[in-house]
């Protein structure tokens, strides 16, 4: 079954540092996403992308945050300048296309630690 | 603006025990979907089941069964015969079908199953 993978599963960075994190959205699928979820709290969203461009993105999504698809499989979220409180779960995700049905697919996540 | 309730925010129940999770919404957008995801310890969110907003008809897979019902703008699932392996955090999402919108979580329920 296809499925949505991301890397690294966990990466541990010191404040001030760059951090890229990528995704392989399934193959077929046209709209992707970057969600994430801090400790013990609930999923909050990001930012979309769809046709090489951000759709939406949510306040959390600063200029710290961007987001690139640099080829035609990999999709990468980096945060410039890392803060504490960047210290989460980053799930990324996707669907297919307007008339698939609107199910979500998210990958495993990648668990961020700032220091 | 769409929100989503889970106003139990930790349940706990023994093994063989039937189980409901409610799950209330809301929306102005007449047609949207609704979502039930899993997210065991291991932490990835598992996709449960999607239901659109012109079928109330309530569905059954194995011990898990979902309860739509427009008037009352409720999603709930129940489990049956509840296990241990059920024991995760569950979240109840909605995403309106306008354009590339982003899902919008419930703060999730967490659920134990003691043997």
């Known amino acids: 079954e296809p499925e949505v993978t991301q890397t690294p599963s966990h990466q541990v960075t010191q404040m001030g540092q760059e951090v890229i994190l990528r995704c392989v959205p399934i193959?077929?699928?046209?709209?992707f996403y970057w969600y994430r979820q801090i400790l013990g709290q609930k999923v909050e969203f990001l930012v979309s992308?769809?046709?090489?461009?951000?759709?939406?993105k949510s306040e959390i999504f600063d200029d710290q945050f961007s987001v690139e698809r640099p080829d035609g499989s990999n999709f990468t979220l980096k945060i410039r300048s890392t803060k504490l409180e960047d210290s989460a779960m980053y799930f990324c995700?996707?669907?297919?296309?307007?008339?698939?049905?609107?199910?979500?697919?998210f990958g495993e996540g990648s668990w961020l630690t700032v220091v | 603006a769409q929100k989503v309730t889970q106003a139990q925010t930790e349940i706990s129940v023994v093994e063989k025990e039937d189980v409901t999770l409610d799950c209330v919404y809301e929306?102005?957008?007449?047609?949207?979907?609704l979502f039930w995801y899993k997210q065991p310890p291991s932490g990835e969110l598992v996709f449960l089941i999607r239901r659109n907003s012109f079928d109330e008809q309530n569905e059954i897979s194995g011990r898990y069964s979902w309860n739509f019902q427009k008037s009352t703008s409720s999603f709930n699932f129940t489990i049956t015969a509840s296990q241990v392996v059920d024991s995760a955090v569950y979240f109840c999402a909605l995403s309106v079908l306008s354009g590339n919108t982003p899902l919008v979580f419930g703060k999730g329920t967490r659920l134990s199953v003691i043997a």
């Open positions: 929306t102005r957008d007449t047609t949207y979907y």
């Open positions: 193959s077929n699928h046209l709209y």
């Open positions: 995700a996707s669907r297919g296309g307007r008339f698939s049905g609107n199910t979500i697919y």
């Open positions: 992308f769809y046709n090489n461009e951000i759709s939406e």
